[in-house]
């Protein structure tokens, strides 16, 4: 029957091991749109915070950059004092608010991708680290959007295709030159 062509089906889910435990994470359609659209507002809002603390950077370097060439050491130490004093606290509230973006999405996030109660778990497991957290969700979405690819896995299908005939072309070879 050379003329089956066995296909292999793609995996349904995905298993991790975090610390010594598996967390299964379903590629179902369903599962696949809810974490995708999720995993879209929490990037949105991470982005609208990052753009933020961008603009006060460049607004620091702006009025930094204005302090006149006219002022004495004394009055250009007093007004570089004053701006970064200003923009410090500026730039606190926007990392404050980047850690109650986290706190507030990625355990909920965590929950979502391995079932209720993960998220707190994972945290607890991390030191209630949640740059770690952070780490784990983008290691997890890296390994959700390979086992997602289409042209991957058709790449790899090619390729095993490919291996098999080398394989079988070698065989013919070495049929041939014991004869």
Do not use: W
């Not at 991790?16 to 359609?29: A, C, V």
């Not at 850690?99 to 507030?104: L, P, S, T, W």
């Not at 080398?166 to 070879?173: I, K, L, N, P």
């Amino acid at each position: 029957m050379s003329d089956v062509i066995t296909i292999p089906v793609p995996k349904k889910a995905l298993v991790f091991d975090i610390g010594g435990e598996n967390y299964t994470l379903s590629l179902s359609d369903k599962s696949r749109a809810a974490i995708n659209n999720r995993y879209q507002q929490i990037e949105a809002q991470e982005v609208a915070n990052n753009q933020h603390t961008s603009k006060l950077q460049s607004m620091l370097t702006d009025e930094l950059g204005n302090i006149p060439d006219s002022a004495t050491d004394l009055q250009a130490k007093e007004a570089r004092f004053k701006i970064t004093n200003k923009y410090e606290k500026k730039f606190e509230a926007a990392s404050d608010k980047a850690e109650k973006i986290a706190m507030a999405n990625y355990l909920p996030f965590l929950d979502l991708l391995f079932g209720e109660g993960a998220g707190q778990k994972l945290y607890h497991l991390c030191g209630e680290n949640i740059v770690a957290i952070n780490k784990i969700i983008g290691l997890v979405m890296v390994e959700l959007n390979k086992a997602n690819n289409v042209s991957d896995y058709m790449d790899q299908y090619l390729k095993s295709v490919a291996a098999l005939k080398q394989v079988a072309e070698q065989v013919g070879e070495d049929d041939g030159s014991h004869q």
